[in-house]
């Protein structure tokens, strides 16, 4: 099993930046892959990035992409959002989320591999 805790959150003006980091418990976090969700109000979750378990591969949501970036630290058993220009819309709730297979992560439902807890980004305009 897998625990992971967000983290990172917080209230920041329109351009700036944040970066979320998920903690992840155990000793096989490097055979996951890890992804990035987002639920803004009214909305369901929706996928926002995804990085392989070496690192070697990672996509995003076309929505993200040029200002979003995921990295992971293996030996520290965290990965990473970087945000930068924030924008009103980033405003959501983030979750991080583990998958065994990276092609699942982007399809991932709250049944499958493990969840976060979610921060709070909340961007002012």
């Known amino acids: 099993q897998v625990q992971l805790v967000d983290s990172g959150g917080g209230l920041v003006q329109a351009g700036g930046s944040l970066r979320l980091s998920c903690a992840a418990s155990?000793?096989?976090?490097?055979?996951?892959?890890m992804g990035w969700f987002r639920q803004a109000p009214g909305e369901e979750r929706a996928f926002v990035a995804a990085?392989?378990?070496?690192?070697?591969?990672?996509y995003y949501a076309d929505s993200v992409k040029g200002r979003f970036t995921i990295s992971r630290d293996n030996a520290k058993n965290t990965v990473y959002l970087q945000i930068d220009s924030l924008k009103p819309e980033d405003t959501a709730v983030y979750y991080c989320?583990?998958?065994?297979?990276?092609?699942?992560?982007?399809?991932?439902?709250?049944?499958?591999?493990?969840w976060g807890q979610g921060t709070q980004v909340t961007v002012s305009s």
């Open positions: 989320a583990a998958n065994q297979y990276l092609s699942r992560v982007p399809i991932m439902t709250s049944a499958d591999g493990y």
């Open positions: 155990g000793r096989t976090f490097g055979s996951y892959a």
């Open positions: 990085i392989s378990q070496s690192s070697g591969a990672t």
